[in-house]
Structure formats: C-alpha cells, structure tokens
C-alpha cells in the first residue's frame, strides 16, 4: 500500500496578477514571500523523510512548493497535469478580468462550487466532483510501486479525499492501493 501525503501549496501572491499587465489567469500566481517560507518550514516536517516521489500540479504556486520541498530533500519532482485545481467551468467561459481581484477569485471559486454542489445549472459547465476525484485516482494508481509519495496540490483537490477544507501549507496523509 501507497502511503501519499497531499501538501496544498503555500501561501500565494495575488498582487502579482493584480499588478500584472498581463491578461493571465491565477495559475499563473506563484507563492509570495512568506508562502516561500511557509513550505521551506514545513520541508523540515518528519513526514516528508523516506519519501520517494514528488508529484505536483502544473500550476505555478504548486509547482514552486513541490520544488522547494524538492530543494530540502533531494527527491524528485514529476509535473502532473491531472493534478490541476478542480474546474469551475470546462467551457472556459471565465476571462482573466475574473481574477484581478484576489476576493472575487475565492468568491467565483466558492460560488461556483456550491452552485455545484446544489446542482444548480448555470452557463456553466462544471467538472463534477466524482470526476475529479477520479481523475486524481487515475494520477495515482500510476504510482503505487512507491511506497510514500508527496503530492503538491490544491485544498478542493485535496478536500476529495479528506472531507475538509485545508489552508496552505496544509498536509493530509492517508494510505492507497487503487
């Protein structure tokens, strides 16, 4: 059995998109200052000894964690790109101009997924639940001849398989064999 460990990204720097006159959207945002430091501290953590594998979401601010905490222990990172953030909308239908306002970016997200979760119809057309948890089951069951794998992701990723919301930095561990 595969022992993985969800590590949700550190602490992001919004002012980055905000400032930017880029038309980017926030997985482009990477960690600021302090999210930097947050998963340099959590690096120390005895959970990550013995580790044989970091996996990671493409986004910037995951990516940025799995390679500190890679930085610390000398383990491999591998980029998945099945381990993106739960989508709110597969049409795409939101433009980068919903995301320059850090707030509205949670409130989007959050609104999104509780019309979601009430089963509301909307213009848009959501990834269901049980698709991305199986999406990141499928990541998964592609890894378990490790036995402890760290796995950088994102709290509505991480929230599929621990039933709770996780601020970052947040690890969540639990046991796998698909």
């Known amino acids: 059995m595969t022992k993985f460990i969800f590590v949700r990204h550190g602490k992001i720097d919004y002012n980055v998109l905000v400032n930017s006159k880029l038309n980017c959207l926030p997985d482009m945002v990477p960690l600021s200052n302090e999210g930097e430091k947050q998963i340099e501290k959590l690096a120390g953590h005895d959970v990550f000894k013995d580790v044989d594998l970091i996996l990671t979401s493409p986004y910037v601010r995951a990516l940025q964690s799995a390679y500190i905490l890679s930085r610390e222990s000398s383990v491999k990172v591998e980029v998945n790109i099945n381990l993106h953030e739960w989508m709110p909308d597969l ?5 980068a101009r919903d995301f320059t306002d850090p707030y509205l970016v949670r409130k989007i997200f959050f609104k999104a997924y509780a019309d979601h979760l009430a089963g509301d119809k909307t213009d848009k057309e959501y990834e269901s639940l049980d698709n991305a948890k199986e999406r990141v089951a499928n990541v998964m069951k592609g890894y378990l001849q490790y036995d402890k794998v760290i796995v950088v992701t994102h709290s509505s990723i991480i929230s599929l398989f621990s039933k709770k919301d ?7 561990e639990f046991e796998y064999n698909g």
């Open 91 to 95: 049409k795409y239908g939101y433009t």
């Open 166 to 172: 996780h601020e970052e930095g947040d690890i969540f």
